[in-house]
Nanobody, 121 residues
Framework: VQFVESGGGSVQPGGSLRLSCEAD????????MGWYRQAPGKQRELVAR???????NYVDSVKGRFTITRDNAKNTVYLQMDNLKPEDTAVYYC????????????????WGQGTQVTVSS
């Protein structure tokens, strides 16, 4: 199982970024997917989830600003991030949530390198 994240960068507050995560090694289309982030000195948190039927959920801190989508033909999940804030600064990862709530356990204990998002003026 492999995840390859890309699309991060440095932006000013209010800016936008679109992250991509290409997955390999499992039957992507039947699994729920999620975007996680980890800021320096903090625990990893799950911020957006999408089911195999493309039902989406967001943690309150990103609701209305982030949009998760998936393309099963490309084994890829995306995270459109708008109106970015300094508190969104973190390394972002994708993986397969084990639960249907906001616990961070995953089905496949294999993490990609992540992609750094930095929001600063």
């Amino acid at each position: 199982v492999q995840f390859v994240e890309s699309g991060g960068g440095s932006v000013q507050p209010g800016g936008s970024l679109r992250l991509s995560c290409e997955a390999d090694g499992f039957f992507f289309s039947i699994y729920n997917m999620g975007w996680y982030r980890q800021a320096p000195g903090k625990q990893r948190e799950l911020v957006a989830r999408i089911t195999d039927e493309s039902i989406t959920n967001y943690v309150d801190s990103v609701k209305g600003r982030f949009t998760i989508t998936r393309d099963n033909a490309k084994n890829t999940v995306y995270l459109q991030m708008d109106n970015l804030k300094p508190e969104d600064t973190a390394v972002y990862y994708c993986n397969t949530p084990l639960y249907s709530d906001w616990r961070t356990q995953v089905r496949f204990d294999s993490w990609g390198q992540g992609t750094q998002v930095t929001v600063s003026s």
